[in-house]
């Protein structure tokens, strides 16, 4: 083999190496990943930050000395004796908000004091981060992140969700975490934008702010699976 070929070569594979690390570290690579093995973190200076995923957190074995009197030692083959007794998925806090609602009061945000929680403007992309859980938790469904003593993985039995989750408690906050959550298959749509046909944009204050772009891009999505049902 001439020189010239074996020193591409050698180029295609570094390369390959370097775009499969880059593609393994990307923040975007987290569906289905259980943060035993990969956590995100922020990053960068000042008050605005970034995310980016870091090493995962591995359990804490408790015997019991934290409260004063050890129960025992953990036994070292008790990986190849579990047993599941149920599997199961929390969600919670969505607080999906109808950020156009003029029962909203941004208008007192700058007043200052108690009132500075008044806007959010990360509430225009609720539902988006919503749908991105459930996505989450649908990759779960069938893949626990631990694995039973014989090494297979028990199915989620259910998913809970813990509240919080309309935020202003209003009629199309709730229709909408029920469209999220129950509704699946490609082409469903939840675009949030207006009260009443006449409306065609946003017009929440975090648009004509123009701190987000145009957050009424249509949600895909996905709810929750249910095998059930399928």
Not at 163 to 187: A, F, P, V
């Amino acid at each position: 083999m001439k020189k010239s070929r074996i020193v591409v070569a050698l180029l295609a594979c570094l390369m390959a190496g370097s775009l499969a690390a880059i593609a393994q570290a990307a923040p975007g690579d987290t569906l289905g990943i259980s943060s035993l093995v990969q956590r995100i973190f922020p990053t960068g200076a000042g008050d605005f930050k970034t995310l980016t995923t870091g090493p995962g957190e591995d359990f804490i074995v408790r015997d019991g000395a934290e409260g004063g009197t050890p129960l025992g030692t953990a036994g070292a083959d008790r990986a190849t004796k579990r047993t599941p007794l149920a599997y199961f998925g929390q969600l919670t806090d969505f607080q999906l908000t109808d950020e156009e609602s003029p029962a909203r009061v941004e208008f007192l945000d700058p007043e200052g004091g108690a009132f500075t929680a008044s806007w959010r403007p990360s509430e225009a992309l609720n539902a988006h981060e919503a749908n991105e859980m459930m996505e989450q938790m649908n990759a779960f469904a069938a893949n626990a992140p631990v694995a039973s003593g014989d090494g297979s993985k028990p199915p989620m039995d259910f998913v809970m969700n813990t509240g919080d989750i309309s935020d202003s408690q209003q009629y199309n906050e709730t229709l909408w975490n029920r469209q999220l959550i129950e509704e699946r298959g490609e082409g469903r749509h939840l675009r949030r934008v207006g009260h009443g046909a006449a409306h065609s944009r946003d017009e929440g204050v975090a648009h004509q702010a123009g701190e987000i772009g145009p957050v009424s891009l249509p949600v895909e999505r996905g709810g929750l699976r249910d095998p059930s049902r399928e």
